[in-house]
């Protein structure tokens, strides 16, 4: 069995940096953003997550009958992402705003040539292309979702409901990766190995410019000191 997810962490570590000093992402993993940067966020996410298990499930579809194992992984992934997109619904209900209003509305753009690119690579490329993605979301959440959530929820005064979606994958994340550690060290084939780097690095930047493109606000408890408006 190979390190190769050592040796990915490595090759995607300036990407992996550059989306964690994007300033968003550094305010929300302090708990300083305004509410409606909260709801932005949470909006743009469900339009994401709710692609999950249809991306899983056509990457499934798609991988080789030699690698019987990595179907088997894909299918373990469905029924661990399943109906995650509803508790983000729950998250904005909680927060005040209308889940329904999210629901039927169009992504950002960021988020949209998010899930095409995955849907692209999946379909024209590489499946294996999109266990990069799984890397960029999963361990970005192990990194930031929880402590974000406990400082959100201080600073902005909601109840624990209003952060499902945060709290479920600081903690869910953590076994998912261990899970994903073990696939990428069986994942032999010099030409996945490559493809799996490749897009890993694509997706932090497109992952990276959902925050970017999300509008920035502090709420009232540090907005004074931060110097943002």
């Known amino acids: 069995m190979s390190d190769f997810y050592q040796r990915l962490l490595t090759e995607t570590e300036q990407e992996r940096e550059e989306l964690l000093a994007i300033p968003f992402v550094q305010h929300g993993w302090r708990g300083e953003l305004s509410l409606e940067s909260y709801v932005a966020f949470l909006t743009q996410a469900y339009h994401h997550v709710k692609q999950t298990t249809p991306l899983l499930m056509a990457c499934g579809s798609r991988i080789p009958h030699d690698s019987e194992w990595l179907r088997d992984a894909m299918a373990e992934y469905i029924e661990e992402e399943l109906g995650h997109q509803e508790w983000i619904l729950n998250d904005i209900r909680a927060c005040g705003d209308d889940p329904e209003t999210v629901r039927?509305?169009?992504?950002?753009?960021?988020?949209?040539?998010?899930?095409?690119?995955?849907?692209?690579?999946?379909?024209?490329?590489?499946?294996?292309?999109?266990?990069?993605?799984?890397?960029?979301?999963?361990?970005?959440?192990?990194?930031?979702?929880?402590?974000?959530?406990?400082?959100?929820?201080?600073?902005?005064?909601?109840?624990?409901?209003?952060?499902?979606?945060?709290?479920?994958?600081?903690?869910?994340?953590?076994?998912?990766?261990?899970?994903?550690?073990?696939?990428?060290?069986?994942?032999?084939?010099?030409?996945?190995?490559?493809?799996?780097?490749?897009?890993?690095?694509?997706?932090?930047?497109?992952?990276?410019?959902?925050?970017?493109?999300?509008?920035?606000?502090?709420?009232?408890?540090?907005?004074?000191?931060?110097?943002?408006?």
């Open 104 to 229: 039927h509305g169009a992504p950002g753009m960021a988020a949209e040539l998010m899930c095409a690119y995955a849907y692209h690579i999946i379909d024209r490329l590489n499946p294996v292309g999109f266990l990069g993605m799984v890397l960029v979301l999963e361990g970005t959440s192990v990194r930031l979702a929880t402590e974000a959530a406990a400082a959100l929820q201080e600073n902005l005064g909601l109840p624990k409901e209003a952060f499902s979606y945060l709290n479920s994958h600081g903690s869910l994340d953590i076994s998912h990766m261990n899970f994903y550690q073990g696939l990428m060290n069986r994942l032999e084939n010099s030409a996945d190995q490559a493809f799996v780097i490749h897009t890993a690095k694509r997706f932090y930047k497109l992952y990276g410019d959902l925050f970017r493109t999300l509008p920035l606000s502090l709420n009232p408890r540090t907005r004074a000191h931060a110097g943002v408006a």
